[in-house]
């Protein structure tokens, strides 16, 4: 389960329709806990440098390494990342699966038609799970797991 704010939840929605048709991303700080509830306290935009801006994320690699140093400074954690799916659903698409690098992190996905927030965590375990996507190579071990959004 993920602690999300209402502040940070608006900010992040109000990005991903101003960002449309193309997909918006960003890095979440805060607490993290691998097994448990993670609570988000930051939100750091980044822009997508994807080839494929409208169906793809990508977040440039020097603001990734200048976000962590910061939430390394303020002593938070990586919680995970967020991202937009313009004219898709707020799960993981097969593309979000392959990429997925940050085991047992969040990764925040807003749809934008209807507007919805959903959050999953990429998991390289074979624990339970109440919805998941495959992920990866498709093999039992990789998984996104749908997790509890609360405020």
């Not at 991202?83 to 699966?97: F, L, V, W």
């Amino acid at each position: 389960m993920i602690v999300l704010p209402t502040a940070i939840r608006e900010a992040i929605l109000e990005r991903a329709q101003e960002g449309s048709p193309e997909e918006i991303c960003g890095v979440l700080g805060g607490e993290y806990r691998p097994d448990g509830r993670s609570r988000v306290r930051s939100q750091y935009p980044a822009e997508n440098v994807a080839d494929a801006l409208r169906t793809r994320y990508e977040i440039d690699p020097e603001r990734q390494l200048e976000v962590f140093e910061r939430l390394e400074d303020r002593g938070e954690d990586i919680v995970g990342f967020y991202h937009s799916h313009p004219r898709g659903p707020p799960r993981p698409s097969a593309t979000d699966a392959a990429q997925a690098t940050w085991p047992d992190r969040s990764y925040l996905i807003v749809s934008l038609e209807p507007l919805e927030l959903g959050s999953w965590r990429w998991r390289t375990d074979t624990g339970s799970a109440t919805e998941s996507d495959g992920g990866g190579d498709g093999g039992p071990d990789e998984r996104f797991e749908r997790e509890r959004v609360l405020e």
